[in-house]
């Protein structure tokens, strides 16, 4: 749900006992049931944070896996690096050398959290990761020969290779801040399609541009939309048709179920 859906790919080094254990790390996210970290920023209120997470829960519940999902919010969870929201967010920026504010703010390049993500200590017991911020987020443009072209903004980015997103709810929040409730709705809405990706959907195509393909053409939560009327769009049209996902995404989540095994963490 961005202006583009850049996929990340990990980046090992030349070390090979750290490749060896990233590649290990990566063969228990994508087989095992290991469990889902949330966790957000100290500027996304708790109001917005709530519907952020129920907007996580929806999608796992709908996949139908065991999986657990454990909220740590913006808590410090240890001291130093690597030690909560508010840190990965300050690293990206800092690790950027991008230094742009289109009018919400300084933004953040959503293409650092990835890395932060896949070499953070705590993957020595692997684990999905969602991170939600109030900070712009932008990336660069994959359709763009110019390596150096970055998009106006992204609501996020999702990697489903290393499955791992980071969500921006800045604009939601500036932009529909006269209705309350209706920007929870659309907050949930945004999370709940980034971890519909994060468990494999869509991997239908229609042979339209680039940006709509691998989504759904359903009212369905994995329909694309590119700015905020079409998300405010998307988001009456779900809650009116009584399901999160369509009948096909259900489908596509009910074919993968079965795949993942349980996970028995390290001691």
């Not at 009584?242 to 993968?256: I, N, P, Q, T, V």
């Amino acid at each position: 749900m961005t202006e583009g859906s850049p996929i990340r790919t990990i980046r090992t080094g030349q070390n090979p006992a750290r490749q060896a254990e990233l590649v290990r790390q990566r063969e228990i996210r994508h087989t095992e049931l290991v469990p889902l970290y949330v966790v957000w920023a100290s500027d996304v209120s708790d109001d917005a944070a709530k519907a952020a997470l129920q907007g996580v829960v929806d999608a796992v519940e709908a996949s139908g896996q065991n999986r657990g999902v454990h909220a740590y919010g913006s808590q410090s969870w240890a001291s130093g690096d690597y030690s909560s929201a508010d840190w990965y967010v300050e690293e990206a920026f800092r690790r950027q050398e991008l230094r742009r504010d289109v009018g919400y703010g300084q933004q953040v390049d959503a293409g650092q959290f990835s890395r932060l993500f896949a070499h953070e200590p705590w993957q020595e017991n692997p684990h999905w990761e969602v991170l939600v911020t109030n900070h712009d987020l932008t990336s660069r443009d994959s359709n763009s020969k110019n390596t150096d072209q970055f998009l106006n903004f992204v609501y996020g980015s999702t990697d489903p290779g290393f499955p791992s997103s980071v969500q921006s709810i800045r604009r939601i929040v500036e932009d529909v801040a006269g209705d309350k409730d209706f920007r929870n709705e659309m907050i949930r809405m945004l999370l709940r399609h980034e971890v519909g990706h994060m468990f494999g959907l869509v991997r239908r195509t229609h042979g339209r541009d680039g940006l709509r393909d691998n989504h759904c053409e359903n009212t369905c939560s994995m329909k694309q939309t590119l700015n905020l009327r079409e998300l405010a769009e998307n988001t009456v049209a779900v809650e009116n048709s009584g399901r999160h996902f369509c009948g096909d995404c259900m489908a596509e989540l009910s074919k993968s179920k079965d795949r993942y095994r349980s996970h028995n963490p390290q001691v």
